[in-house]
């Protein structure tokens, strides 16, 4: 079964700090960070309206879509997409290939500053990440669930 | 793949509901909004035609407590069922960790039900899954109608394996939580063993 994504104390603290640093340099609403399975990662800025999850699942729907609309037409993805609204404005990037990064704008800012300041976040994040692969293959880190016994699982589900 | 998360204490699940067009997977997911707390649920989003028949897919997330002091989360989709759906259906199944096959157990179904798991078969080897190794648990949905196949016919040509099996009635939920525990139980077994 393909790679868990394993996250840890340190990896999201640095996370979240570089889509929180992104929000303010973008002059952005939102920044959202999104695992391509459609998982919530880290979000910051004005989240408070946003349905995080909905937003997370619509979005790896959306990049597994268009995924499979480059493989049609012979590319592999499309690393970047951006969705212009009447109000706000949607930015969607893949970062190492595993994670999608989401920008959400509006007319305080402009397309161009977004895209300048979501390359700088997106190889600090690449830098990250790569970091936590290697943590998560290294030795000593074992599941946290294989302590759990058969009563703790029907524990969940008894009502 | 699962997604756990050491700092905020949590771990979120896929589970993708499958089966033929018509079968019966977004109303076990409506049935499953509408009797569960709304503290424990998100919204249920379907993207689905005009006509109501499932487009690209249905999701619902969902909370079942606590194991260990990590939060454990339950993502539900459902694939379109139409045939002529398979690109999207193969990316819903990007990252699964259990699945639930709903059969449709009226005998003029039969053909779509065999079918449609063969093709979940396919599309899961494409993804390098194996369905003999994921958590995966079968629904016979439709048990209400004069029209079913007995449950020995349905698991005969179903179910070779003798894998759990419920018998349902979506609409009245008969059988959909026994079915949905019995697969997220399954993926807990399988995190436990570091799957």
């Avoid at chain 2, 076990?28 to 487009?55: C, H």
């Avoid at chain 2, 894998?163 to 807990?188: R, S």
Wanted: net charge neutral; with cysteine; charged share 25%.
């Amino acid at each position: 079964m393909g790679t868990q994504l394993v996250m840890y104390e340190e990896e999201f603290t640095k996370i979240n700090a570089v889509c929180d640093r992104l929000t303010k340099d973008a002059n952005a609403k939102v920044v959202f960070l999104v695992d391509k399975n459609g998982q919530l990662i880290s979000s910051a800025g004005q989240t408070q309206n946003i349905d995080t999850t909905s937003l997370a699942s619509l979005t790896a729907g959306n990049v597994a879509a268009m995924g499979g609309l480059a493989k049609l037409i012979g590319e592999n993805e499309f690393p970047h997409q951006f969705h212009e609204g009447a109000k706000d404005s949607l930015y969607m990037t893949i970062v190492g290939s595993r994670v999608v990064l989401v920008v959400i704008f509006d007319n305080r800012t402009s397309l161009g500053l977004v895209r300048l300041r979501i390359k700088k976040a997106s190889d600090e994040l690449t830098k990250i990440f790569e970091s936590l692969v290697k943590k998560a293959d290294g030795p000593g880190i074992g599941s946290p669930f294989a302590e759990i016994s058969d009563d703790d699982i029907d524990n969940l589900f008894s009502e | 793949m699962s997604f756990i998360n050491y700092s905020s204490r949590e771990i979120n699940c896929k589970i993708v509901y499958y089966g033929p067009g018509l079968c019966g997977k977004t109303t076990n997911l409506q049935y499953i909004y509408n009797k569960t707390a709304a503290d424990t649920k998100g919204k249920l989003i379907s993207l689905s035609t005009e006509t109501d028949r499932t487009l690209f897919f249905d999701f619902l997330p969902l909370s079942l407590g606590e194991i260990r002091g990590f939060k454990t989360r339950f993502h539900l989709y459902t694939v379109p069922g139409q045939v002529f759906y398979d690109a999207s259906r193969k990316l819903i199944l990007k990252g699964v960790d259990g699945v639930v096959f709903v059969a449709d157990s009226q005998v003029e179904r039969m053909e779509a039900n065999i079918e449609s798991l063969e093709n979940l078969r396919i599309n899961l080897a494409e993804q390098g899954y194996d369905l003999n190794k994921l958590p995966y648990v079968i629904q016979y949905n439709k048990r209400d109608l004069p029209n079913a196949l007995s449950v020995a016919e349905l698991r005969q040509s179903l179910n070779p394996r003798s894998i759990p099996d419920f018998e349902a009635v979506a609409p009245t939920g008969v059988g959909v939580f026994d079915t949905l525990k019995a697969v997220a139980k399954l993926v807990l077994t399988e995190l436990k063993k570091g799957g």
